[in-house]
């Protein structure tokens, strides 16, 4: 009998996959319609082909154009792997709380420098941290801005500290789970890519078995998770700060150091510390943000988090962590093998870039990796410079960029060597 000439492609590549003549045919056929089956060859060539990343790379396409990226987990094969527990530390509250007040005081001292909050972020000049709000900060709108739906709720008033977010009903995990279990496939398929693209990268299956781990959430400081059957308690923060860890263990040398730039409450340097016990993490923020984090990172790593709030810097032998205040960054001597930001500098305005840029300069920064927005849509008043006209950018030569949902620019930059 004859078959139609795309069947008769398909099955000359479904016979041997592990031919790219057959493959390459496939490819220019699956346009044709079957997209799963060419997704599942895609998957073939991958097992047989392991060290061409099309296979694969093509197959999760097929999925995710067939809305079915929530599958792509279960079609990438891979071992078992085991990753360090998260622990967890007692935190003593209340003394950080006075701390708060006394970092916000200086703030207001400071106002006139480069580094104080942009236009968008003004309300942390003012923000009304309790020890009860702090102990449930990921309940409370003490975390403003850090947090995006569902991990707070959709309809809950901003900047409304008498209250806090209600639990998960059975409604809401209806809703959410398959949104979450989507983006737990659209992380994979990005891990995908950026280690397929990148053969310096720790291999595919460790770090889809990595962020597997990373991804669970628990309810430590009140966060709000989502129970998803066979994998576990989520949040979109989980989600997200997998993502970033997993990225930034690709790009961190051994023995190296990130600088990270805005880090909300530490969630992406709680899992990269996780997979990373070699890395120092250094985090900046603003004032609450820098107690959120102190306390989220102390409550996973205990005496291993230095906070260089106040009095000399001298951070303690075997320190990993060093959470410090934008205006003490010039007078702390560190090295940065990569500064780090994510949706951050997209807030800050032009004096605010010169004043990073600076202290990129002064941390020796080898590398930059950051999530941004490049494209501002109309009235849009939470962004104030698209990402590709940031003022440090001439410091770096782009290795790399991968475009988010067609506003958000991922870029990895390497320090010119004349850029001092
Ligand atoms: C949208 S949140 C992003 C948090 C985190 N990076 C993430 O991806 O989830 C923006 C962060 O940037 C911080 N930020 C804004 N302006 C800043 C400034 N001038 N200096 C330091 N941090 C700043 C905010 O306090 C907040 O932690």
Request: glycine residues 6%; contains cysteine; aromatic residues 10%.
């Amino acid at each position: 009998m004859d078959m139609e000439p795309t069947s008769a492609v398909r099955m000359q590549a479904m016979r041997d996959p592990a031919n790219p003549a057959a493959y390459e045919s496939l490819l220019q056929s699956w346009w044709n319609g079957d997209r799963l089956a060419a997704a599942r060859q895609g998957l073939r060539r991958h097992i047989l082909a392991p060290n061409d990343p099309r296979g694969l790379a093509n197959a999760l396409s097929c999925l995710n154009v067939l809305d079915r990226a929530s599958s792509i987990p279960n079609w990438i094969p891979r071992a078992p792997e085991a990753v360090p527990p998260a622990k967890r530390f007692d935190v003593d509250l209340p003394p950080l709380v006075d701390v708060y007040h006394r970092l916000l005081e200086e703030t207001n001292r400071r106002r006139t420098e480069a580094w104080t909050p942009s236009s968008i972020e003004v309300s942390k000049f003012s923000i009304p941290l309790t020890v009860e709000h702090l102990a449930n900060f990921r309940r409370s709108e003490v975390s403003s801005g850090t947090q995006t739906v569902p991990d707070c709720p959709i309809d809950f008033a901003r900047l409304d500290f008498s209250t806090f977010y209600p639990d998960v009903t059975e409604a809401d995990l209806k809703v959410w789970r398959p949104i979450l279990s989507t983006t737990r496939g659209g992380l994979f398929r990005r891990l995908h890519k950026a280690v397929a693209e990148d053969p310096k990268n720790t291999p595919l299956s460790r770090t889809l078995n990595v962020a597997d781990a990373l991804i669970l959430d628990d309810d430590r400081f009140g966060a709000r998770v989502f129970d998803i059957p066979g994998i576990g308690t989520v949040t979109a923060k989980s989600l997200q700060s997998t993502y970033y860890a997993c990225r930034l263990s690709g790009l961190v040398p051994e023995n190296g150091s990130v600088l990270e730039v805005g880090g909300g409450f530490g969630a992406a340097a709680s899992r990269l510390l996780r997979i990373r016990p070699d890395v120092v993490y250094m985090l900046t923020d603003l004032p609450v943000n820098l107690i959120l984090t102190y306390a989220y990172l102390r409550s996973h790593f205990g005496e291993q988090v230095y906070g260089a709030f106040e009095g000399p810097i001298r951070p303690p032998e075997g320190c990993r962590v060093i959470v410090i205040p934008p205006w003490r960054l010039g007078e702390f001597k560190g090295r940065a093998s990569v500064v780090f930001n994510s949706m951050s500098f997209q807030h800050m305005d032009a004096r605010n870039h010169r004043f990073y840029g600076d202290v990129m300069r002064h941390f020796q920064a080898r590398k930059l990796y950051h999530l941004n927005r490049e494209v501002i849509s109309p009235g849009d008043k939470t962004v104030h410079i698209p990402a590709s006209r940031y003022s440090f950018n001439d410091q770096f030569k782009i290795v790399r960029e991968m475009v988010f949902d067609d506003r958000w620019v991922e870029t990895v930059a390497e320090r010119k060597t004349d850029a001092g």
